[in-house]
């Protein structure tokens, strides 16, 4: 069984920085990708950014040049380096891994979220 925590959240200022990480435990099937969402209150769950397996990276728009996500094989570890913060970046923070049975067939798991919040 897979699982997937998350730590490193909590409050800071506008422009401050915050690094969350995502420790998975299990190796069911193969990996696809793992990533980063959030969701503010009364807001949809928004990708924030993705790593694929082979070290490809993708990033919403509204983070592009602020976060930086990278990924510990050995350590089947993920981060989320956020620099540059704003208000609106607060948001439950949430670690996403698909990975591929042997029959093709792609399964999500998700962490448990991490608050984050941006303000004086």
């Known amino acids: 069984q897979v699982r997937l925590v998350e730590s490193g959240g909590g409050l800071v200022q506008p422009g401050g920085s915050l690094r969350l990480s995502c420790a998975g435990s299990g190796s069911i099937g193969s990996l696809v990708a793992m990533g980063w969402y959030r969701q503010a209150p009364g807001k949809q769950r928004e990708l924030v950014a993705t790593v694929t397996s082979g070290g490809s990276t993708d990033y919403a728009g509204s983070v592009k040049g602020r976060f930086t996500i990278s990924r510990d094989n050995a350590k089947n570890t993920v981060f989320l380096q956020m620099n540059s913060l704003k208000p609106e970046d607060t948001a439950v923070y949430y670690c996403?891994?698909?990975?591929?049975?042997?029959?093709?067939?792609?399964?999500?798991?998700w962490g448990q979220g991490t608050q984050v919040t941006v303000s004086s």
């Open positions: 996403n891994e698909v990975r591929k049975s042997p029959l093709g067939l792609n399964y999500n798991f």
